[in-house]
């Protein structure tokens, strides 16, 4: 079974700077994914960043990009430029690579960005 | 782009009766989700249907099953509901082929136990 933990249940950024979420797991799996997802105050679940534990670079995607130490079972989230709209909670999740697709999420830091 | 449609957004049912959730993934999906999130939690996965047939199994009650229908639409069925049912259900889908570990969500349905 894998566990994903996130030891920041909540964190504070001003706008226009940067913050990084901190996301561990732990797994026996050699093969699998690791996502960033973002739960607004709408509720709605949004795909940030995936990252494919096979390939070495870490993934961008504008503004975020991940830090993904793959011996050290360690996949960070950093935001730059920090914008109103970041404000939500943000879920590590883990996924391995066969055909069951499940995903194992932390229990998500809740980020705030001030004006 | 179309995206995932659940409905209804909001349900308020009283302890021991039925709900039914609605899921319409996106089309020329063939897998669809389902996740309940708790009050504070993290989502947990229920159930998943590939091809109209159940593909994995995660920490569904028995009270609760789903299936998937000839449209790929699905619905999860839940009876003798009990105030811990109180969650947000969340319905993802996915298309088998490159990015099939890309779950696109819906927004949920919020149920209520009374």
């Known amino acids: 079974a894998q566990t994903v933990t996130q030891s920041q249940p909540e964190m504070s950024v001003q706008e226009a700077e940067t913050v990084t979420l901190s996301c561990t797991y732990d797994?026996?799996?050699?093969?699998?994914?690791l996502f960033w997802y973002k739960q607004p105050p709408s509720r709605q679940m949004i795909l940030v960043i995936r990252?494919?534990?096979?390939?070495?670079q870490n993934a961008t995607e504008n503004r975020f990009s991940v830090n993904f130490q793959k011996a050290a079972k360690s996949f960070s989230l950093k935001i730059s430029d920090s914008q109103l709209g970041d404000t939500a909670m943000y879920f590590c999740a883990f996924m391995p690579n066969n055909a069951g697709n499940m995903l194992t999420f932390g229990g998500g830091t809740r980020l705030m960005v001030k004006p | 782009a179309a995206g995932v449609i659940q409905s209804p957004r909001h349900l308020i049912k009283e302890k021991r009766e039925t709900a039914t959730l609605k899921c319409y993934p996106i089309?020329?999906?063939?897998?669809v989700y389902w996740y309940q999130q708790g009050p504070g939690q993290d989502p947990q996965f229920l159930i998943s249907?590939?091809?109209?047939?159940?593909?994995d199994k995660g920490s569904i009650p028995d009270r609760f099953s789903a299936q998937q229908f000839s449209d790929y639409h699905s619905e999860l069925n839940m009876s003798s509901l009990e105030l811990g049912d109180s969650a947000l259900y969340f319905c993802a889908s996915s298309a088998r082929g490159p990015g099939y570990e890309k779950l696109f969500f819906g927004s949920g349905t919020q149920l209520s136990v009374l």
């Open positions: 797994t026996s799996e050699n093969n699998y994914y």
């Open positions: 990252q494919e534990a096979y390939k070495q």
């Open positions: 249907f590939y091809e109209k047939m159940q593909s």
């Open positions: 089309p020329r999906h063939d897998t």
